[in-house]
């Protein structure tokens, strides 16, 4: 087996793994952070937020990893893109999901002091936890913002070196332009989140697609050999 079919391997598994992560993560969250008394009940409950923050850093560090390894392939074909790619989904994305892990923790650690607060004080600190509450949910807005850009660079690299078939190329680019629009609709509340959710599932649906492409069939070998002859000309 060679680098490359490794590497598609590798990519495929860590792109599930990151989606799975990430999903889990909502589904353990959610039932918490969506009632009006989360603070209480994070503090009956604490073992849902923290998980869910794990899970979200498992998921960061998953996708951060992907780029890092498509790099040396993808600069072949084009290297400012494909550093950009490893900008937009490593580093930049990576940053957004540890911010969502830390306001998940200062939730936990608030909801510590509310419930062992007075009445006096926790007006104060149910404020405080709606700040971290709603920081997370811009960050979750930037984050789309962020990992949009990435994926459109990927799927415009990937449809123009036919690395995969053009047709999972085609699918990624439509699916994140969709993603991509939920940031804004959400940014001016034209758009609630589980509307946003069910536009965001075809590029969910996709990357698994992909996923398992690569790890079945790996990349096109024509354009490897047809990258490789390139760089052997230059």
């Known amino acids: 087996m060679n680098g490359e079919r490794k590497t598609a391997i590798l990519v495929g598994v860590l792109f599930i793994i990151g989606t799975v992560a990430g999903v889990f ?4 969250t959610q039932p918490v952070l969506a009632t009006p008394d989360y603070l209480a009940q994070i503090s009956a409950n604490e073992n849902p937020v923290i998980v869910g923050a794990l899970l979200v850093l498992t998921m960061g560090l998953a996708l951060a990893l ?6 040396p392939i993808l600069k072949k074909h ?6 950009g790619y490893v900008v937009f989904r490593g580093a930049l994305e ?4 540890l911010a969502m892990a ?18 006096s004080t926790a007006p104060y600190l149910q404020s405080l936890g709606a700040v971290f509450l709603n920081g997370n949910g811009s960050t979750n807005n930037i984050l789309a ?3 949009s850009l990435g994926a459109l660079l990927l799927y415009f690299l990937l449809y123009r070196s036919r690395l995969v078939p053009r047709w999972i190329s085609v699918w990624g680019f439509i699916a994140i332009l ?3 629009s939920t940031a804004f609709l959400m940014m001016f509340r034209i758009l609630d989140s589980d509307s946003a959710t069910i536009i965001s599932l075809p590029i969910l649906v996709q990357e698994m697609v992909m996923a398992i492409w690569l790890i079945v069939k ?3 070998p024509t354009a490897l050999t047809s990258a490789q002859r390139v760089q052997e000309v230059l």
């Open 25 to 28: 993560s909502v589904l353990i």
């Open 66 to 71: 992907v780029p890092v390894l498509l790099f």
């Open 78 to 83: 084009n290297e400012a893109l494909a550093l």
């Open 94 to 97: 990576m940053a957004c999901y």
């Open 102 to 119: 830390i306001c998940w923790f200062f939730l936990i650690q608030v909801s510590r002091e509310t419930a062992a607060a007075g009445a």
């Open 145 to 147: 913002i962020v990992f």
């Open 178 to 180: 969709l993603h991509f």
């Open 218 to 220: 790996g990349f096109n």
